[in-house]
């Protein structure tokens, strides 16, 4: 049975005083809860404090991306290391906003992905199509070859640390979710290609969280499709009250 994952991708935004406010309010609300996984992505000059915050609690710390090299004359980047050094368990990859403004191609998150599992951080691989990839049909095609190069040399025992978010591009920041519908279409091409990529087995232990426009009136509803593990919030994840919603939504749909 696959844990329902309510993960918040806080991206650039919160300050030192709001981060630490918000990551104490939610481990209160979450405190040793374990019918779901809650993960918090704060932005990186905040992940130690986010951490304090929620020790005691069964929340998770995750960063919202990181550099493939271990160590040297990279400025400005963060390795895996570092990252583990500050608490985090999870790293988000390939978020469609590294990929369209940062310009990150599939080779560059593949090498992410690799140095993050070889050192055992866990991986939430993000994929998602454009609107005009939509419109034209190329849904299931992008979402093949953003899987293929995201995982590169991947076995199915990496797998096991790794968490696929689905966020379809146009329905990020917009108020347009992805229909139950469209969600669960996508989430079953992932699941499908898993299985005929890997096996069976990992396809059926794998989370396969939806990211978009995730609110707490719309959740329920998408974390109840077969194939929908969970959601990876943007703007909702960043009040206590909208997020601890969405965190409601996933203990009520996970104990039925
Ligand atoms: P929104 O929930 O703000 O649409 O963002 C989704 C997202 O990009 C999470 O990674």
Redesign the pocket.
């Known amino acids: 049975m696959r844990k329902l994952v309510a993960a918040g ?1 806080w ?1 650039m935004n919160t300050d030192l005083k709001s981060a630490a406010a918000l990551a104490e309010a939610l481990a209160q609300k979450v405190q040793q809860e374990s019918s779901i996984e809650v993960v918090l992505c704060p932005p990186f000059p905040y992940l130690t404090t986010v951490k304090e915050k929620i020790s005691g609690s069964s929340i998770k710390l995750g960063a919202q991306n990181c550099y493939h090299e271990a160590e040297g004359a990279f400025t400005g980047e963060t390795s895996v290391g570092m990252l583990q050094d500050t608490g985090c368990d999870w790293v ?1 990859l390939g ?3 590294r990929r369209h403004v940062m310009g990150e191609t599939d080779e560059d998150i593949n090498k992410k992905v690799v140095a993050a599992l070889d050192k055992g951080l866990g991986v939430i691989l ?1 994929v998602g199509e454009l609107l005009e990839e939509r419109q034209a049909d190329k849904t299931n095609d992008v979402l093949e070859t953003q899987m293929k190069g995201g995982l590169q040399g991947i076995s199915a025992e990496g797998l096991k640390n790794v968490i696929i ?1 689905y ?1 379809p591009v146009w ?4 108020g347009v979710t992805a229909t139950t519908e469209e969600a669960e279409s996508a989430h079953d091409f992932l699941r499908k290609w898993l299985s005929t990529n890997y096996n069976a087995d990992a396809a059926e232990s794998m989370q396969i969280l939806y ?4 609110k707490p009136d719309n959740a329920a509803d998408l974390m109840s499709q077969p194939n929908v593990d969970g959601a ?6 960043l009040k206590a009250d909208s997020f601890g919603g969405i965190i409601d939504a996933a203990i009520q749909v996970s104990k039925g």
């Not at 329905?171 to 917009?174: E, V």
């Not at 990211?211 to 995730?214: K, L, N, P, W, Y």
């Open positions: 991708n991206k988000i978020h469609s906003e993000c978010a966020e329905a990020i920041g917009t990211g978009g426009s995730v990876l919030v943007g703007g909702a994840s």
